[in-house]
Structure formats: C-alpha cells, structure tokens
C-alpha cells in the first residue's frame, strides 16, 4: 500500500544543472499535483493535471515542467536550475478534485 | 497576494488544555475548507474539513467552526497531546479549483 512515492528524498544541484523529480500513486487517482513548501509561505501550487494528457499552470509554474502520460506518473522537471528553487517539493494526489489530497514524503531540493 | 492566511507562526501549549489555530481568507467563492497535519520529514496528512453550508465540524478531539461573514475559520483540538506537536496548515477551495494553501502554524505541546 504505498500511496504516493516520491523521488529522490533529497537532492543538491548547482545553477544552470537539469534534474526530474518523479511521483507515482498507486491509488488510480484522477487529479495530481506538485506543491512547493517554503517558510512563512505554505504550500504552493506549481503545476496539477486532472488526467492522463492534460496539465495546467499552478500559483508558481516558472522554471518547470510537467507532463502526463500514465494515470499513475507525474514527474516534475526542472530544466535550469536557480537558487531560488531551493525547496522542499510535495507531490499530491486526489480521487476527485474537491476533496482530500494525499501527499508524498517530499523531495528536499538544493541548488547551490 | 496570499488568500489564505495564518497569521499565527507559531503556537505553544500546556498538555491537557485547548489549542485554537486560526486561519482567514479573502475570497467569498471558497467553499470547502481543510486542514492537514505535518510532521517534520513527512509529507502533509489531512486533518479534518468543512463546507461552507455548515458552521461546525467534530472529530474526536478534533473541531473545525467557520464564520463565514468573517471569513475565518479555526480548528480546536481538546485536549492537546504531545503527538500533536506539528505544523498545521488550513487550506480553502473554490468549487472546481485546487487548494489554496496558508502558510502554516508550528503547534508546540509541552508535557
């Protein structure tokens, strides 16, 4: 029963590198969605798909990508890192999209 | 501009007594409101919600009220243990929408 995994755990890069954060549910959920959680600031929406094949724009959604291909993958790229996506990032998935969101353990994220 | 708002970082309180968490917000079209628990190194876990054609929601220890005219709405638990130590965030939803997210309470038990 493992929910929603997430990948890596942690993870420090340095300005101007790549890297994909991966999420995967396990519970045939419809709506996932990437949060990113700073101090003071909550948690933010970056990017969310209500299925396979269909993304949008969350609250923060500059200097990422997403794409969904599979009703259980969500990956979260990042194409040139900046210290200022130095964060820990929660990928979350609901059964519908008014409703309880499961979240994973986080990816804690550093960009030297 | 945030629309959900946690003006309390942080709160501390006696084991056995009530902790109050406090969250407002600016948008009238919200009408479903959570409240989920994290622990340090986990991810966020859902708490308790309402919708806004109810005023009170129970769950053990566990309460939420909401006012709407106010746009406020706080989450009691009594009584406080010590595993409820943790960061709270209250979040709101417009029908269709995805939550908006406070910005957390740090709660602190002490035995």
């Known amino acids: 029963n493992a929910g929603v995994t997430q990948t890596p755990k942690f993870q420090v890069l340095k300005t101007g590198q790549s890297m994909t954060l991966q999420c995967a549910q396990d519970m045939n959920h419809e709506y996932m969605s990437w949060y990113r959680q700073d101090p003071g600031m909550g948690l933010r929406l970056i990017h969310y798909?209500?299925?396979?094949?269909?993304?949008d724009q969350g609250e923060v959604p500059n200097g990422y990508n997403v794409s969904r291909s599979t009703t259980e993958d969500f990956p979260l790229r990042l194409l040139s890192a900046a210290p200022s996506q130095t964060s820990v990032y929660f990928c979350?998935?609901?059964?519908?999209?008014?409703?309880?969101?499961?979240f994973g353990e986080g990816s804690r994220l550093t960009v030297l | 501009d945030q629309q959900v708002k946690q003006n309390s970082p942080s709160l501390s309180v006696q084991e056995g007594r009530i902790s109050i968490l406090n969250c407002d917000y600016t948008n009238s079209m919200f009408d479903y409101f959570l409240w989920y628990k994290k622990y340090p190194a986990e991810g966020p876990t859902f708490l308790i919600s309402i919708s806004s054609i109810k005023d009170k929601n129970e769950d053990g220890r566990f309460t939420v009220f909401l006012n709407k005219s106010a746009k406020h709405l706080s989450l009691h638990i009594v009584p406080s243990q010590p595993g409820d130590s943790a960061v709270y965030f209250c979040a709101a939803q417009e029908a269709g929408n995805m939550l908006t997210f406070g910005g957390g309470t740090r709660l602190m038990v002490k035995p």
């Open positions: 798909s209500v299925g396979a094949g269909i993304t």
């Open positions: 979350a998935s609901s059964y519908l999209v008014a409703g309880e969101l499961f």
